[in-house]
């Protein structure tokens, strides 16, 4: 039966962190895997892209494959052809799917139609690659990602969104705070708490920053407007008080990470004094994209 990599939520624990043991591997050239020799994946792109677009074709090029850039203008599916019919086409070239687009719903109907393995590079749910990454970054900092806080501050987007389910699946705990109605979905936080009945993962949803970074070992943002809702910006006004800068870390402990998916908005979401403080992090972030990604094909398709 084929996998797919759509959410978190679909994953065991024991095949995350295998995944992840295999991404610090691959990272410290301690082994290399060639899994996609002779396979063609097709990577769709709704959505501007660079670290996304970039780690995948690298990777599949490294892992010895092809990888097939496909934007939607370039397809039938700008013009209204059913995403179902374009899986089922698309599976009689392609290996397998990357897709970063908009709608959630799209990528699931996909990968019913498309009979080989689908990534989800990003949707306005989830940032479940971002996430592998990110992941791998706190193992390497913090040594593990059990037992331990993680507090995302901002807008409840599809990063805290993928932070809360990851969570309840491994079993950390996760404070998100945000300002009065920008908090993460609720179907997240159910899935999320549902999986933490197993682990004891604590889920806590809060509009105080101060209160929800203190015992945090990882403090986390995105921008407040996130790609798509640009004529949002008027929001911006609701998150004062939401900026990760030194204000808000004088609540943390002094060994607290502070990392960013990218790119930044520096003076909005965090500071530029922050960003520039934890930039080795934020961009040991950035590489990990490739490695961990590389884990998650070879686990994909061996």
Same mark, same amino acid.
């Given at each position: ?7 978190f ?8 962190? *295998?995944?992840l /043991? #295999? &991404?610090?591997?691959?990272? $410290? ?5 060639? +899994? ?14 660079t ?6 074709e690298?990777?599949?090029?490294q ?16 013009r209204?052809?059913d ?20 709608s959630?719903? *799209?990528?699931? /109907? #996909? &990968?019913?139609?498309?009979? $080989? ?5 990003? +949707?306005?749910?989830l940032h ?5 990454a990110?992941?791998?970054?706190v ?15 901002g ?6 969104n ?18 009065a109605g ?6 997240a ?13 604590k889920?806590?949803?809060t509009?105080?920053?101060a209160e929800?970074v ?5 403090i ?8 798509g ?9 609701d ?5 990760v800068?030194r204000?808000l ?18 003076g ?18 950035a ?8 884990a998650?094909m ?5």
């Open positions: 039966m084929k996998k797919d990599f759509i959410n939520y679909e994953l065991s624990k024991e095949e995350l962190l *295998e995944i /043991e #295999l &991404a610090e591997k691959l990272k $410290k050239g301690e082994t290399s895997v060639n +899994t996609l020799k002779g396979k063609s994946i097709g990577l769709i792109f709704m959505k501007p892209s670290r996304t677009r970039l780690s995948f690298v990777g599949v090029y892992m010895g494959g092809q990888p097939v850039y496909i934007t939607g203008s370039s397809t039938q599916l700008s209204g052809e995403i179902k019919d374009t899986g089922r086409v698309m599976a009689r070239y392609l290996d397998g799917l990357v897709i970063r687009t908009y959630h719903q *799209e990528v699931e /109907e #996909l &990968a019913k139609y498309f009979d $080989k393995p689908v990534i989800n590079a990003l +949707t306005d749910y479940p690659c971002q996430i592998l990110d992941l791998q970054t193992k390497e900092r913090k040594g593990k990602i059990e037992n331990i806080k993680v507090t995302f501050v807008d409840g987007n599809n990063v805290a993928t932070w809360l389910i990851a969570g309840g699946l491994v079993g950390f705990d996760v404070s998100v705070a945000t300002p920008y908090e993460p979905s609720g179907k936080v159910y899935q999320a708490l549902k999986l933490a009945q197993k682990t004891g993962a889920i806590e949803i509009n105080n920053p929800a203190k015992g945090a070992d990882v986390y943002t995105d921008v407040w407007v996130s790609m809702q640009e004529g949002e910006k008027e929001k911006k006004k998150f004062e008080g939401f900026t800068d204000d870390l004088k609540h943390a402990p002094s060994d607290v990470l502070v990392m960013h998916c990218l790119p930044a908005h520096k909005e979401e965090i500071s530029e004094e922050v960003f520039e403080q934890y930039a080795d992090v934020i961009f040991d972030e590489e990990n994209r490739l490695h961990a990604q590389k998650l070879h686990y994909l398709f061996k």
